[in-house]
């Protein structure tokens, strides 16, 4: 399962995805992600997923900004308005990339970390007990920490190898859709709200 704006440029890609099968037994596999504009590896998303409190603060904030969006979107105070939009920036980082992780990570072959959804390969081991790729009550957002969540619970496999590459050119995808700022903004802070509130609920 890859975003459109992933590009396989690898001749073996499918016979090393196959190799590392035969001797992990992965439920999901995770390949170095190369974002080639920024020069950024963006696998392993995190080494480890959200704790249940961390999700709870991001909803509290979502939902509290989602409250103001309209005024603070349009707002002559500069110092709310540079607020939200460092908010819903570090957000949108941590979406694309993660959490903060030590330098050349991507190097090592690493188990049940957080995988980066642009491009995520299903095995017959997790196709065989789950019905869904994704939970289906999310789009975009919180998608790869759901993921790992559930894989978690169910003792499924996620395996990270430098093996298996591609290259990520990054925001072809949601920049197309919307010709207004405003919408597209308005667009992912609702998402972002419907996700988190599915992600709290496996918590519980």
Same mark, same amino acid.
Request: aromatic content about 14%.
């Given at each position: 399962?890859?975003?459109?704006?992933?590009?396989?440029?690898?001749?073996?890609?499918?016979?090393?995805?196959?190799?590392?099968?035969?001797?992990?037994?992965?439920?999901?596999?995770?390949?170095?992600?190369?974002?080639?504009?920024?020069?950024?590896?963006?696998?392993?998303?995190?080494?480890?997923?959200?704790? =249940?409190?961390?999700?709870?603060?991001?909803?509290?904030?979502?939902?509290?900004?989602?409250?103001? +969006?309209?005024?603070?979107?349009?707002?002559?105070?500069?110092?709310?308005?540079?607020?939200?939009?460092?908010?819903?920036?570090?957000?949108?980082?941590?979406? =694309?990339?993660?959490?903060?992780?030590?330098?050349?990570?991507?190097?090592?072959?690493?188990?049940?970390?957080?995988?980066?959804?642009?491009?995520?390969?299903? /095995?017959?081991?997790? &196709?065989?007990?789950?019905?869904?790729?994704?939970?289906?009550?999310?789009?975009?957002?919180?998608?790869?920490?759901?993921?790992?969540?559930?894989?978690?619970? /169910?003792?499924?496999?996620?395996?990270?190898?430098?093996?298996?590459?591609?290259?990520?050119?990054?925001?072809? /995808?949601?920049?197309?859709? +919307?010709? /207004?700022?405003? =919408? =597209?903004?308005?667009?992912?802070?609702?998402?972002? &709200?419907?996700?988190?509130?599915?992600?709290?609920?496996?918590?519980?």
């Amino acid at each position: 399962v890859m975003n459109n704006d992933v590009l396989i440029s690898d001749a073996c890609f499918l016979r090393k995805v196959s190799e590392l099968y035969n001797n992990n037994q992965y439920a999901v596999l995770a390949p170095d992600i190369n974002n080639p504009r920024l020069s950024k590896h963006q696998n392993p998303f995190s080494i480890k997923g959200l704790e =249940k409190n961390d999700v709870e603060q991001i909803y509290r904030k979502l939902k509290k900004n989602s409250e103001h +969006f309209l005024v603070t979107f349009f707002c002559s105070h500069i110092k709310d308005k540079i607020r939200f939009n460092k908010f819903i920036r570090r957000l949108y980082e941590f979406f =694309k990339y993660g959490i903060l992780k030590k330098e050349n990570l991507y190097k090592k072959e690493l188990r049940n970390i957080v995988p980066h959804g642009s491009c995520l390969i299903f /095995s017959r081991n997790f &196709i065989s007990k789950r019905k869904y790729a994704f939970n289906p009550c999310t789009f975009l957002y919180f998608e790869e920490n759901i993921l790992y969540q559930e894989c978690v619970t /169910s003792g499924l496999d996620i395996l990270y190898s430098p093996v298996v590459f591609v290259d990520h050119l990054e925001d072809v /995808s949601t920049g197309k859709v +919307f010709n /207004s700022d405003l =919408k =597209k903004e308005r667009y992912k802070l609702k998402q972002m &709200i419907k996700s988190c509130k599915v992600f709290l609920d496996l918590f519980d």
